[in-house]
């Protein structure tokens, strides 16, 4: 893990994204890649359209311009490498082409109070579709100790086995790493697997289990991450199919909405 991707757009969340993308790119000693998104709005069909959408555009390159030189003047403080690209489009689609060459990509989970930019359906496209893991984040975050305490859900499958996989660079600098298992049904790999894995990449996790019961799973997990004070979570996106997902919930969903620490997710 050497390359991060790091949304950049003058929005709630960008401090939130900034502060984390940094300290992973620290943690990792690796490159930060800003992509800095212009989003056009869309307009009605009519006869101004064109008039109309060139100036929302001129706009918005301006505020993003602008936004541009403070964080350059930033990142040239920073001791870290980083390279800057300038794109227009609407975020995700931008983001999952300009990711073929990153290993992790920072974005936001939900934001608070700011329908737009809609960051838990951007994070959850990236997560699905980019084929990358991503690290979303909540917006009051500033900085993530990736040498703390690091809580990983567990639930044999795919997703679960390709974010654990994922996180392992970050999972060898954390002080602890609990394995977190909820109903095993006797599908997939083992948490006993699982933790034998880790081991022989140095990473001596603890193990629990619990019983969801009627509970939903994306709860326990909130109520756990507090519990434990865990600095942040990883776990598989939208393990099961994702239209099914987000007609009944999921923990994906759960977190994507409330998660009080960031979410290295991967599916």
Known sequence: MKTVLLLVHDDAGQEARLQAALDV????EGHLKCVDVSVMPALAGN????????????DKCEQETQNRIGLERRLAREGVSWDWTDCIGAIAPVLEEASALADLIVVNRALEGFPLPDMRRIAGDLVVRSGKPIL???????????????????????CSVSAMRAAVPLLQLAATVTLFEIDDDGRGSSIGDAAEYLSRHGIHAKLRQCHARTRPAGDIILDAVRHDDADYVVMGGFS?????EAL???ATRTMLRQSPVPIFMAH
């Open 47 to 58: 006869v101004y359209s064109t008039l109309g959408e060139t100036m929302l555009l001129a």
């Open 136 to 158: 979303a984040v909540p917006e009051d975050t500033r900085g993530v100790n990736f040498c703390g305490d690091v809580m990983v859900c567990w639930d044999g499958s795919a």
């Open 240 to 244: 099961h199919l994702r239209f099914t």
């Open 25 to 28: 790119t620290r943690a990792v």
């Open 248 to 250: 009944f919930g999921g």
